[in-house]
């Protein structure tokens, strides 16, 4: 069906070390790319979002990466903090239609 | 400028019965989209409501039905209720329907229904 996968359900790092949350998408004609963070007890909140004509783009501490060819994007967080604990989706969409399409989402616990 | 708020926060139901579930958009916000999310998974669209028309659908059965009204506000109702409409719904705001914006979604924190 369609979907939006992540590899590692799960990510743990140490508070300052760098993170990095992988997403496959499914669709390739889908041209736009968002990262959404969400806390227990909270919706889903942006965090940046990339276009298809695009391959790297970087927010404060953030940074996504594009790669079309195999239909791959990353979230980079630096000098991660307590506060970045949360479930990380990636979702994909295409101009022209209303949906996104979210993916499982990946969990990222900080240890102190 | 007030976000987008859903009541009720929780809700037990149960299996057969009927739901209504309410969501204010954010101010300035004309175009409304649900999205239920099941326990560990991603959101999954339900629908959108732009100028208080239907504006797309997910796949979701006919007993998921909504509403958009002059405010902007909208409800989402379910009949029929079944064990695996157990989520959180979601919905979320726009300035325009999502194909003509950068999907500029302000996400309520949802209502987390039950189905017993």
């Known amino acids: 069906g369609e979907s939006v996968g992540l590899h590692l359900p799960t990510l743990s790092v140490q508070e300052g070390d760098n993170s990095i949350i992988n997403c496959a998408y499914s669709?390739?004609?889908?041209?736009?790319f968002i990262w959404y963070k969400q806390e227990s007890g909270k919706g889903p909140q942006f965090i940046i979002d990339?276009?298809?004509?695009?391959d790297k783009r970087q927010g404060q501490r953030v940074t996504v990466l594009l790669n079309k060819t195999v239909k791959h994007l990353s979230l980079q967080i630096a000098a991660t903090q307590p506060g970045d604990s949360a479930v990380y989706f990636c979702?994909?969409?295409?101009?022209?239609?209303?949906?996104?399409?979210f993916g499982q989402g990946t969990r990222l616990t900080i240890n102190p | 400028e007030t976000g987008v708020t859903q009541s009720p926060t929780h809700l037990i139901k149960t299996r057969g019965q009927q739901v209504t579930l309410r969501c204010s958009s954010q101010?300035?916000?004309?175009?409304v989209s649900w999205y239920q999310q099941a326990l560990g998974q991603g959101p999954q669209f339900i629908f959108q409501?732009?100028?208080?028309?239907?504006?797309g659908r997910g796949n979701f059965p006919p007993r998921f039905s909504g509403l958009q009204f002059p405010n902007y506000s909208s409800e989402l109702n379910v009949n029929a209720l079944e064990l695996d409409d157990s989520a959180l719904y979601l919905c979320?705001?726009?300035?325009?329907?999502?194909?003509?914006?950068?999907?500029?979604?302000?996400f309520g924190s949802g209502t987390r229904l039950t189905v017993v």
């Open positions: 990339i276009r298809s004509n695009m």
């Open positions: 979702a994909e969409g295409l101009q022209g239609a209303q949906k996104l399409v």
């Open positions: 409501y732009y100028r208080e028309e239907e504006n």
């Open positions: 101010s300035g916000h004309n175009t």
């Open positions: 669709n390739s004609a889908s041209d736009y």
């Open positions: 979320a705001s726009s300035l325009g329907p999502v194909s003509l914006t950068n999907y500029g979604y302000t």
